[in-house]
């Protein structure tokens, strides 16, 4: 009796073929089986409702205690729906042109509600929008947007990139000066510092990190684009397997920017710090200076991390002791120590 007076169900239905939804309000299963097939143009006789969140298939029961605007899929008999992985699967196998493929995974974006489904489809979406084949400012205008014009390659300004990032780490060895208060201290480390600074020009500021025209060896990427995160300073490997590629897309572009060259021993807690105290006692000729370089700028000690994998805390590891001094020096002094003598003045 009180089923005469039940209230009507809102809820959108769609194809398993097509995205557009329709609103649909029926007291109940049987009610909504006979207009969604009429809407959709279904035959009725073999067809079933599913969630389109999972595919789960609608029963009598099941439909009542649904909320109201509930997504589901109106099947034919033999057809089958697992949830959003059929409409990505939809997307990627249509003949559609890549521009269309966009449109589609917006549309699909837009009305998607579930968090995890959505990075699927905005991972998805980045992906559809890659246009790293092409190189050029003239081929690709949309991705040089925000870049100065002096820059006409991809290439060369993800190799300016790079070089603006190890040319600030040369900028903090700099800044390093003014904490310094004996003069002889002060300007033993300026000599220093100016020795690493011609060294980091000999090599270019390293700007081939980011440069996929770059030799492999020297090259953080692949020769499409793809950059791969190292994992944390205490790990091996990423172990969530980031990876981007920022000549893809002006989108990529600008999240790239967001990963860390991590330095694993820290540049301000212990390399500088360390070549400072080196430098108190110690003649600038005397210091393994190859040894801060590659501490400073190189990949025996930078790693490329995703923000997440980027961890801020202390990292408790310290400059090798036997690395900080020229080892030629140090064996003059050990010969020195035998004989009783005091080292020459140089």
């Not at 557009?20 to 143009?41: N, W």
């Not at 939809?90 to 009305?111: C, F, M, Q, T, Y």
């Not at 980011?210 to 944390?232: A, I, M, N, V």
């Not at 397997?241 to 301000?268: A, C, M, Q, V």
Request: charged residues 30%; aromatic residues 8%.
């Amino acid at each position: 009796m009180f089923g005469l007076f039940r209230k009507s169900k809102p809820v959108k239905i769609r194809s398993c073929s097509l995205n557009t939804k329709y609103g649909v309000a029926a007291k109940d299963l049987k009610e909504l089986m006979k207009k969604a097939c009429k809407t959709l143009q279904v035959p009725l006789v073999g067809a079933h409702v599913c969630l389109y969140s999972d595919g789960t298939k609608v029963t009598e029961e099941f439909f009542l205690t649904l909320p109201d605007h509930t997504e589901l899929v109106l099947l034919s008999k033999g057809q089958t729906w697992s949830g959003v992985v059929c409409d990505i699967g939809h997307l990627l196998n249509s003949d559609r042109h890549a521009d269309g493929l966009i449109e589609a995974a917006k549309v699909l974006l837009s009305d998607e509600q579930s968090p995890k489904r959505r990075k699927i489809l905005t991972d998805l979406l980045q992906n559809l929008k890659d246009r790293s084949e092409l190189e050029s400012r003239e081929e690709d205008e949309e991705w040089f947007k925000g870049v100065d014009t002096r820059f006409k390659t991809k290439s060369a300004y993800m190799k300016f990139n790079c070089e603006s990032r190890i040319r600030g780490y040369m900028k903090e060895v700099d800044d390093a000066t003014k904490t310094i208060q004996k003069a002889k201290d002060r300007a033993e480390f300026l000599k220093a510092s100016t020795c690493l600074a011609e060294k980091l020009k000999e090599g270019k500021y390293n700007g081939c990190y980011f440069d996929r025209t770059g030799k492999e060896p020297d090259r953080l990427c692949t020769q499409e684009g793809w950059f791969t995160c190292q994992g944390s300073f205490d790990q091996d490997v990423c172990q969530s397997l980031h990876s981007i590629n920022p000549y893809g897309s002006r989108e990529s572009r600008i999240i790239f920017s967001t990963w860390n060259l991590d330095h694993r021993i820290e540049k301000k807690r212990t390399i500088i710090p360390s070549l400072l105290e080196a430098l108190q006692n110690h003649k600038t000729a005397d210091v393994n200076l190859t040894y801060f370089y590659h501490l400073l700028f190189t990949r025996e000690n930078l790693k490329l991390v995703h923000i997440v994998c980027h961890k801020k805390g202390a990292h408790n590891l310290l400059c090798d002791a036997k690395k900080i001094y020229r080892a030629a020096r140090n064996t003059d002094k050990r010969n020195l120590r035998a004989k009783g003598k005091k080292r020459p003045l140089t």
